[in-house]
């Protein structure tokens, strides 16, 4: 699986937009970009995951650039339970392959 | 969609007594199976998956095992616990969707 690059924590003001990105510079053409988060002291949540089209669910929208060499995960309006750490992962199937999780962005959501 | 049930919620055991988690799933059949461990401040650290019953795969050397007596458990043991045991171990599911794992709500073991 490719490997990507996440910045270690961010802040973002209650109601705003969070925007959290990644670069997977070395992504091959049938991998999948995947979001995951998990919140202190529970297993991690699946948000939303892309392949090359832009994404958009109730929890988040995705957005890959066109190289796919990077993407960018947004929380329209973030809310305090957005408070979590924020894992990207490139892989090609994650119901076959075992997930490799990095170390994510702590995204802070701040009153 | 598939769920997964993890106990004991927390445990705290002895070093060198005998370990075993459970993992079972519902909502699914053959699923592929994972038994990850978080220590304190830290990522997730893949220890064992299984493709199918009696199938274990291990990631990285260590104190534990895993088995799968039947499709849907999934069991981590360890004959003498260490200190270095200690963490958040969470099973996950995962059934070929491109929809991502699902995982259970962990269980937090102190090793004293």
């Known amino acids: 699986d490719a490997k990507t690059t996440q910045p270690t924590s961010m802040d973002c003001a209650e109601g705003r937009a969070a925007n959290l990105p990644c670069n997977h510079s070395t992504i091959s053409g049938n991998e999948y970009v995947y979001w995951y988060r998990q919140i202190h002291s529970q297993g991690p949540q699946y948000i939303i995951h892309?392949?090359?089209n832009n994404e958009t669910n109730e929890m988040a929208s995705l957005i890959i650039t066109e190289d796919r060499k990077s993407s960018t995960l947004i929380l329209p309006h973030a809310t305090l339970r957005d408070t979590a750490v924020y894992y990207c992962?490139?892989?090609?199937?994650?119901?076959?392959?075992?997930?490799?999780f990095g170390s994510g962005t702590r995204l802070q959501v701040q009153p | 969609s598939q769920t997964i049930h993890q106990w004991p919620a927390t445990l705290v055991q002895p070093v060198g007594s005998p370990l075993s988690l459970e993992c079972t799933v519902e909502?699914?059949?053959?699923?592929?199976l994972y038994w990850y461990r978080q220590a304190a401040g830290r990522g997730l650290q893949l220890l064992f998956y299984?493709?199918?019953?009696?199938?274990i795969s291990s990631e990285v050397p260590q104190n534990l095992s895993a088995s799968r007596p039947q499709d849907r458990q999934f069991i981590l043991s360890s004959k003498k616990l260490l200190l270095s045991d200690s963490g958040f171990y969470l099973c996950?599911?995962?059934?070929?969707?491109?929809?991502?794992?699902?995982f259970g709500s962990g269980t937090r073991l102190t090793v004293v």
């Open positions: 996950a599911c995962g059934t070929g969707f491109v929809y991502g794992y699902t």
């Open positions: 992962i490139v892989s090609m199937d994650t119901g076959r392959r075992a997930l490799t």
């Open positions: 892309g392949l090359k």
């Open positions: 299984s493709v199918g019953i009696g199938q």
């Open positions: 909502g699914t059949s053959n699923p592929n």
